[in-house]
């Protein structure tokens, strides 16, 4: 009976630290692979305002989906937002409540927020 008890309490305490140090790693190893396929899009969203002098429109399905964005039920996966300042964001809503890991042209880095460009 002790020895269950030690068992039972030696697994328990595994898993609370096994998910504090998860908790507590940086967003670039939890998320690495959203971060990656996001900065290639970056990089095309990049080359095609070069060429094109202009940023690809929100709604503008065709030229996304060639950019690389996944197309998902309401939208895209890294969700595209554009403003008129030649600002945009890359967003991924993965729950309903934030706050969400996103990519802000302004800031250009990534990071746990809310979004800052709404339309």
């Keep these: 009976m002790k020895k269950t008890i ?3 309490s ?9 998910f504090t140090i998860y908790w507590n790693l940086p967003i670039t190893v939890t998320r690495s692979s959203d971060i990656q396929f996001g900065n290639g899009l970056i ?4 080359t095609y305002r ?3 002098k202009k ?4 709604n503008d ?4 989906d060639q950019l690389g964005f996944k ?5 895209t996966q890294p969700d595209y937002k554009t403003d008129n300042n ?16 996103m990519w802000n042209s302004k800031e250009k880095d990534w990071g746990i927020d809310f979004p800052k460009i709404y339309k």
């Excluded at 030696?10 to 096994?18: D, E, H, T, Y």
């Excluded at 197309?71 to 939208?75: C, S």
Aim: aromatic share 12%; charged share 20%; proline share 4%.
């Design 61 to 64: 399905w065709k030229t996304l």
């Design 55 to 58: 940023l690809p429109e929100n």
């Design 43 to 46: 990089q095309h969203i990049e």
């Design 6 to 8: 030690i068992i039972i």
């Design 86 to 101: 030649g600002n945009y964001e890359l967003v991924y809503f993965d729950s309903f409540d934030g706050p969400y890991l």
């Design 71 to 75: 197309k998902v039920d309401l939208g």
């Design 50 to 52: 070069k060429i094109n």
């Design 10 to 18: 030696s697994i328990l305490l595994l898993i609370v630290i096994s």
